[in-house]
């Protein structure tokens, strides 16, 4: 089964004041956001990664494009592993929209939410999942990869492959910089591991 390795993208100053940068251009890594991306490219370089993946956002591919080079790789940049269609909440503070009713309910029934004038919760899912298991087939069952992509969709494709109910995908955490690992064959999956950083690689597989 290959092993794909599911990366966030480290920290940008969207992130760090809690804004919803969704699939606005422009959107950097921060200099904290670049130290946290080069400790996870150096701590990743032992691994033999077959090809890198990236989320096409400026965030995701400098993200990507520093593990890659560890490798000699080329980013590869796949549009359907972009960040969520926020609509009219593109660019909004966290802070502002928690006192909107409907934030609850992304909160507590995202299986039936869609973000105003933009994508169902649901959608996303279905989209993020196809995308990553079109990746698989294009390895070999020994092939490790790596997919750069943002929090939420990374989540929902956990959540999918580990048979956690989309209502409750908000359960997991996925930090900047941080690494998840899937097992993915046609018989059997498995997570190996669930947002880990740099730093805590020495005491856990990956």
């Not at 966290?94 to 919760?121: C, H, I, T, Y």
């Not at 698989?136 to 929090?151: E, L, S, W």
């Not at 409750?168 to 059997?188: N, P």
Request: aromatic residues 6%; hydrophobic residues 40%.
């Amino acid at each position: 089964m290959p092993t794909v390795y599911l990366i966030r993208h480290g920290m940008n100053d969207y992130a760090k004041k809690q804004r919803l940068a969704g699939r606005l251009p422009g959107v950097h890594l921060n200099e904290q956001g670049r130290a946290e991306v080069a400790a996870l490219a150096e701590a990743l370089k032992g691994i033999p990664l077959k090809a890198v993946y990236s989320s096409p956002l400026d965030r995701a591919v400098e993200t990507a494009q520093s593990i890659a080079s560890m490798h000699g790789l080329q980013v590869e940049k796949r549009p359907n592993l972009i960040e969520t269609a926020l609509g009219e909440w593109e660019g909004q503070s966290v802070k502002r929209l928690s006192r909107d009713k409907r934030w609850k309910q992304l909160q507590e029934n995202p299986a039936q939410f869609r973000f105003p004038a933009g994508e169902w919760m649901v959608e996303q899912q279905a989209r993020l999942v196809a995308e990553v298991e079109t990746l698989c087939t294009r390895h070999k069952q020994k092939d490790y990869f790596a997919i750069v992509g943002h929090a939420d969709p990374l989540k929902l494709v956990i959540a999918h492959f580990i048979g956690l109910p989309l209502d409750l995908f908000q359960r997991l955490v996925i930090d900047t910089a941080s690494v998840s690992t899937l097992m993915i064959g046609r018989k059997e999956i498995k997570l190996v591991n669930l947002n880990l950083r740099a730093k805590e690689f020495g005491s856990k597989p990956v």
